[in-house]
């Protein structure tokens, strides 16, 4: 949604839809740098340590509410996957 927006302002501007940095930033290959026994090793751990950190937040912070427990996990989540594959 967002980027069809960006699109008609920009056509309403008289401005192109897409330009060749937009199509370069969204729609190239993305590189990868790690060798793919590397980027499965950190995809492993990753998964270990998401699974490890659910039930501890789950005893802890059950009492809250379900609704800080699922914002909580999933900022926890998205922090390790980011540092780890990131």
Known sequence: AGLGLMVLR?????QPGFTDQDRRFLFRRPEIRRSAARLVWNFSVATILCLLSMPLEVLFLAQLGP??????LLVTIVGIVNQMLG
């Open 10 to 14: 920009r056509r309403l501007s008289g």
């Open 67 to 72: 609704g800080l427990l699922a914002v909580v």
